[in-house]
């Protein structure tokens, strides 16, 4: 077992009963909890919390204490305070593999493909050039902060990877906080929960549409749209969009498209 794997599971333990929701613990348990493990612990401990979060599942001995149909997650409720949350369904939302393919033209300059960094750069860069959350949405959308680090109440820090405001053609106002996921990060609840969050403090008087994107290949985005129902996230929209070169979307695709 791995240090994050040893350490988290030896606090999920410790507090465990059978039947018991939430489980709250603090931030300076990891530490405490590498002591008696005899573990060197790594520098950076809120960075345990971040990867169950956002990079990978809880150990396997956590989540076989679940019911059928159910899962462990991690959630931030408050400065260096979280808790273990039982919920229904799944934790990490993947991209339909059957969904039908859309091509774009692709409107992202070549000097900016060159010169991103990094997987979430680039997939931020195609989905603003390409005006993905345009067409997704079917409104009028502007980027107005990326990388953007608040402080929620009830939760603590977040970080939103893009944040659009939006018009539509009732001229209602929107807020639209989009997650993007590139490399091995994976697409989670929790993200999604703290965004519209976001959205529902800083923002009370803006309607609160919250988006995610994802890499399904170096061309291929997933765009998903999020809502709630009867108190938890649900997925209402998911888009595949090929990014292309305008020559290459055919007649026949065209006509495909008007049948969709």
Known sequence: MGIYDSIIYS??????????TPIRFEREEFLKKAEE?????????????????????LPKEILETAPAGHYWRIRSIGKSHYEFVLEKGMEFIEPDPMLATI???????????KYSVSDEQALLTIVR?????????????????????????????IETDELYVGVDKKGRQLIIPVQAKGGTDKLGITQIEQDMELCRQKYPELICRAIACQFITSDIVAMFEFGVEDGKIVKENERHYKITDAREITGNDLSQYKFR
């Open 11 to 20: 606090i999920f333990f410790e507090h465990y009963e059978e039947g018991k």
């Open 37 to 57: 493990l005899n573990i060197n612990a790594a520098k950076n401990l809120g960075d345990i919390v971040y990867s169950y979060k956002y990079r990978k599942k």
């Open 103 to 113: 091509k774009i033209p692709d409107g992202t300059p070549s000097i900016v493909k």
């Open 129 to 157: 050039y390409n005006r993905l959350i345009d067409t997704f949405l079917g409104i009028t959308c502007y980027s107005l902060q990326n990388h953007l680090r608040t402080t929620v109440d009830g939760i603590g820090q």
